[in-house]
C-alpha cells in the first residue's frame, strides 16, 4: 500500500510548479544539503538532522522542496496517516507548501489524513492563521500524542564541574557510582555491536511499543549506510562488554539526541547522557536537545535529572478541510 501511494503523490506533486520532489534515501538522509536549511523559522526544532526524518518516516518518504522550504511526507503504514514531518524554511513559506501539499492529497489521495508534526511555535501561529487546527485523535493508542505530547527538553547546565545544589543530587549520585566502573568513548562513525544491543535481550531505555520494530529497523540500516556526517556515535563499556550506545547530530549548533540504550543498571543512562551532553558542549554545541516525550514520567525524568534546561514546545496539526 505504502509504495502506491509514494507513486501516486510523488507524481501529484511534481505536477505542481516550484517543486522537487526525490525518494528519501538511506544515504542521501546523511548528506549535509538534503534539506535547504535544518531551521524552522530560523529555530532549532529537535530533528535537525537527516537522520531524524529517516527514523521517523521509517525509512520511507518522499522528500519535498520549494525555494527555501522542504518537508518529507510519509506513509505511515503503523497508524495509517501521512505525515509532513518537521518543515523547515521560513514560517509563511513553509506553511505556503503545507496548504499545497493538503490540496494536493486531498484530490490524489482522499480520504487519507494529513497531519504536519514538529511544528515549533512560529510555524503553528501561521498554520492556525491559516484555518489548520490541532490534531484531537490520537496518534496511536499507547502514545496520543507520540513526541508532541510533552516540550522538547534542552539541556543548558553549566560546564565547570558537577553542578552544586540539591537540585542536581542525583546526577552527582548517578556520576559518582558510575565514573569508576565504566568507560565512556564517542566515534565519528559506529563502532560495530550497537545492532546487536537494539535487537537482542537488552531493551531501550525508553519504553517499547509494539510499531517501535519499524523505527529500530531504520536505526540498524542508518547504521550500515557507510555515511554518518553530522553524527557522534557515543559507547559506554564495562570492561570488555558494552553497557550502552546512543547517537546524537548537529548540524546547526545544538546537539540532538535520536537514540540511547543502556544496560538495566539504576542511573547508568543518566550518567551516560552527562558524558555525552558534556562531550557535545565541549565540541561546540550550545546545548543537547533531548526530543520531546510520550509521557509524564519521561518528561518529569529529563526536567528533574537536568533541572537546567530549556522547553520548547512542537505541535500536531490538521488541515483544513479542502472545498
Known amino acids: 500500500m505504502a509504495e502506491p501511494i509514494d507513486k501516486v503523490l510523488a507524481d501529484a506533486l511534481r505536477a505542481r510548479p516550484g517543486l522537487s520532489v526525490t525518494p528519501l534515501s538511506g544515504r542521501d538522509c546523511h548528506r ?6 535544518f531551521l524552522q523559522d530560523g529555530h532549532d526544532v529537535h530533528g535537525s538532522h537527516g537522520l531524524f526524518y529517516w527514523l521517523r518516516a521509517r525509512q520511507r518518504g518522499l522528500v519535498v522542496r520549494g525555494g527555501n522550504a522542504a518537508l518529507i511526507l510519509t506513509w505511515r503504514t503503523d497508524v495509517r496517516r501521512l505525515a509532513a514531518l518537521r518543515p523547515v524554511g521560513a514560517a509563511s513559506a513553509a506553511a505556503s507548501m503545507l496548504d ?8 490524489a489521495l482522499p480520504g487519507i489524513p494529513l497531519l504536519a508534526r514538529y511544528c515549533g511555535d512560529q510555524l503553528t501561529a501561521t498554520l492556525l492563521a491559516r484555518r489548520w487546527h490541532p490534531f484531537a485523535e490520537a496518534w496511536c493508542p499507547e502514545a496520543p500524542l507520540d513526541d ?3 516540550p522538547e527538553v534542552v539541556i543548558t547546565a553549566d560546564l565547570a564541574g558537577l553542578p552544586p545544589g540539591r537540585k ?5 549520585e548517578a556520576v559518582t557510582w558510575h565514573r569508576d566502573a565504566y568507560r565512556y568513548q564517542a566515534s565519528p562513525d559506529p563502532l560495530g555491536g550497537e545492532a546487536q544491543a537494539i535487537t537482542g535481550s537488552a531493551e531501550p531505555a525508553r519504553a517499547a511499543r509494539a510499531q517501535e520494530a519499524d523505527f529500530d529497523a531504520a536505526l540498524v540500516a ?6 554518518h556526517h553530522g553524527l557522534a556515535y557515543h559507547y559506554l563499556h564495562h570492561g570488555t562488554e558494552m553497557a550502552g550506545w546512543a547517537v546524537t547530530g548537529n548540524t546547526t549548533g545544538t546537539s540532538h539526541g535520536y537514540y540511547l540504550w543502556t544496560a538495566r543498571v539504576p542511573r547508568l543512562a543518566t550518567y551516560f547522557l552527562w558524558q555525552i551532553y558534556l562531550r557535545e558542549r565541549r565540541n561546540g554545541a550550545t546545548a543537547l536537545n533531548l526530543g520531546g516525550s510520550e509521557t509524564q514520567s519521561l518528561h518529569h525524568y529529563k526536567t528533574r535529572t537536568f533541572p537546567d534546561h530549556a522547553l520548547q514546545k512542537s505541535s500536531i496539526l490538521c488541515p483544513p478541510a479542502q472545498p
Open 222 to 227: 542508518a547504521l550500515g549506510s557507510g555515511c
Open 148 to 150: 508532541e505530547a510533552f
Open 32 to 37: 549535509p544539503g538534503l534539506l535547504p536549511t
Open 168 to 172: 542536581y543530587k542525583s546526577l552527582r
Open 100 to 107: 499545497t501539499v493538503a490540496v494536493v492529497v486531498a484530490t
